[in-house]
Structures are given as C-alpha cells and as structure tokens.
Nanobody
C-alpha cells in the first residue's frame, strides 16, 4: 500500500510563498500520474498540478489555469517526495491541499480527482490579505 504524507502548509500573507511536500512510502510502485489537488470549504476538490505519463518514462507537467505561472510542481525521486512551490499566493488559494498518486492504467485525464487511487491526509494552506 502506498502512503502519502503532506507537509509545509500554514498561514501566509498574500504575495508570499509556501512550499508543500508529499512524502511517499509503502514499498515499490509505478505511477502514471502524481499531483496536487485542493479543496476549499463548501467546494469540490479541484485539480492544481500534476505529472503524468503514458507509454514512456517521461513525465509531462500539467497545471490548472488558476495557478499557472505561480505554482511549480517538482519531485525528488531519490527521496520519494513530491513538491509544490506556491508563489504569489492569493486569498483564493486558501484550501486544504492533497497530494495524490495514480498507479492504475486509465485513459482518464490527470486533472480528474476520481482517477487517483492514493491520497494523503491533506495540509491546510491559509492565505491572508
């Protein structure tokens, strides 16, 4: 079983930055997608950023329009860790952020939260103005 643990959340002022981390453990596994989602109170979980691949070892990067140019997804394979660098934070970025991994074969878009089979517990990000 894959275990994912997020960290790095907290309180930040608008215009500043935060870096989220997601440590993976639980043995060996292959992924076709790994990424970040967020959920604000009263709203559905939405896609933020992800790496995805199909039929190769090359991962392509995907971002939600709302964060493109401000957030950067990265990973450290040696540490089994996924990161989300969040710059120029806005109040609307306030949400619980979740990391997720997809190991099953599927044609679903990497932007679809329902297609991921492993999730972390989430880390709260609060942006004040």
């Amino acid at each position: 079983q894959v275990q994912l643990v997020e960290s790095g959340g907290g309180l930040a002022q608008a215009g500043t930055s935060l870096r989220l981390s997601c440590a993976a453990s639980g043995g060996t596994f292959s992924t076709n997608a790994m990424g970040w989602f967020r959920q604000a109170p009263g709203k559905e979980r939405e896609f933020v950023a992800a790496f995805g691949r199909s039929g190769s070892s090359i991962y392509y990067t995907y971002y939600a329009d709302s964060v493109k140019g401000r957030f950067t997804i990265s990973r450290d394979n040696a540490k089994n860790t996924l990161y989300l660098q969040m710059n120029s934070l806005k109040s609307e970025d306030t949400a619980v952020y979740y990391c997720a991994v997809r190991t099953i074969v599927t044609l679903a878009t990497v932007r679809s939260s329902g297609s991921y089979n492993y999730w972390g517990q989430g880390t709260q990000v609060t942006v004040s103005s």
